[in-house]
């Protein structure tokens, strides 16, 4: 009777120690899916709020959280390419680098005074897809704000940099943008280019975010030279030994050009007669 009372026992608290078990993995199993789903959402959140809602593009948030690494990562493998001996495959290397495009829509403050802020929205939807068509899928467009945007082309010949910048120009120029009314409009835009790593001989010396400073100079250069034109930044024979000379020469182009450190080169415009505004 002793053993049979024992053994009823064990049972009986074996079946609840399973039961228990299986409850806790039960728990377990719904704390894990609704820590996945909360992670799905976070991360459907955190792709959410780096997407410009009107053009679809990524935003500035992204530029900064996600490429600026990325960009960063090039640079530290072109001074690593540096140190090494001459290689046939680092040659080949060495001809691609990552180039900074900022583009600006001209005169677009006219076209919100004049159509309405309706049409201005229907032209950043559509200049936004004219730079989606003319880069490849693995280059970066953004939103840099307002009628601002930003193209990283990544892994790109030398040669090639002028080439795609002035196919987006031209495509703009020859674009016909509707207006809310169902008008046509003609646009242009401006153009400042750069080249990351911007001294080759020392990728490191250059921040992304300098090279952006840089790059909005040749901006507002192109914006000061008549519009509807590309300029180049192109890196002088001298490097800034000292931060006095960095800071002079991302805040002042002529500093620069005075100093050898760098120059604006404008790509003069082979324009489309008809089109010209």
């Not at 309405?116 to 989606?132: C, E, M, P, R, S």
């Not at 250059?206 to 008549?226: P, Q, R």
Request: proline fraction near 3%; charged fraction near 25%.
């Amino acid at each position: 009777l002793g053993a049979i009372i024992f053994l009823t026992i064990s049972l009986i608290w074996l079946m609840r120690k399973r039961a228990a078990l299986a409850r806790e993995e039960e728990m377990l199993r719904l704390i894990n899916e609704k820590t996945y789903e909360l992670q799905m959402k976070n991360n459907e959140l955190e792709e959410v709020i780096m997407i410009d809602a009107l053009t679809n593009l990524k935003n500035r948030r992204y530029l900064f959280e996600i490429e600026e690494q990325n960009i960063e990562n090039f640079i530290n493998s072109k001074e690593r390419l540096t140190h090494l001996s001459e290689k046939r495959d680092s040659a080949l290397k060495s001809n691609l680098v990552y180039a900074v495009i900022m583009l600006d829509i001209d005169h677009f403050k006219q076209i919100n005074d004049h159509f309405g802020h309706n049409t201005g929205d229907l032209v950043l939807i559509d200049f936004a897809k004219i730079l989606q068509d003319n880069t490849r899928k693995e280059d970066t467009v953004i939103r840099w704000g307002g009628e601002e945007f930003l193209i990283i082309l990544k892994d790109v010949k030398k040669e090639k940099i002028v080439d795609i910048a002035e196919k987006i120009r031209k495509t703009v120029e020859g674009h016909p943008f509707k207006t809310e009314t169902g008008g046509t409009i003609w646009l242009t835009t401006s153009l400042g280019i750069s080249v990351i790593p911007f001294y080759p001989q020392s990728p490191n010396l250059m921040s992304f975010e300098s090279v952006l400073s840089i790059t909005d100079l040749a901006l507002y250069n192109s914006k000061n030279k008549g519009r509807d034109t590309c300029t180049m930044v192109i890196p002088g024979n001298r490097i800034p030994s000292s931060q006095e000379h960095l800071h002079g020469m991302l805040a002042n182009a002529h500093y620069a050009d005075l100093n050898n450190f760098y120059s604006f080169e404008r790509i003069v415009p082979d324009n489309f007669g008809e089109y010209e505004v």
